[in-house]
């Protein structure tokens, strides 16, 4: 099992930027391929960006194509999420999530960082 903190989130004005850090414990974090999320009130979880195992592969919605970017420091057993020009839509909780070589879905999941962009 993989063990996942959020952290970063905040209050924040449209057009700012701000950086998440997910740190997990427990396995080997190069094994998993680690994806953020995010649910905004009354709404249901989205997917907002992916990174595979190996760093080399990410996915993005389209929603924040061109502002939000993904890294992970294996290192640090951390990943990042990059959130530059925010707009108030992008109010909601945050969360990481680890998925395991071979598994569709995410099984491990942090819980949650508060992100709030104000117009």
């Known amino acids: 099992q993989v063990q996942l903190v959020e952290s970063g989130g905040g209050l924040v004005q449209a057009g700012d930027s701000l950086r998440l850090s997910c740190a997990a414990s427990g396995r080997t974090f190069s094994l998993y391929t680690m994806g953020w999320f995010r649910q905004a009130p009354g709404k249901e979880r989205e997917f907002v960006a992916a990174m595979s195992r190996s760093g080399t592969i990410t996915w993005g919605a389209d929603s924040v194509k061109g502002r939000f970017t993904i890294s992970r420091d294996d290192a640090k057993n951390t990943v990042y999420l990059q959130m530059n020009s925010l707009k108030f839509e992008d109010t909601a909780v945050y969360y990481c999530?680890?998925?395991?070589?071979?598994?569709?879905?995410?099984?491990?999941w942090g819980q949650g960082t508060q992100v709030t962009v104000s117009s």
């Open positions: 999530a680890a998925r395991e070589s071979g598994r569709n879905e995410y099984a491990y």
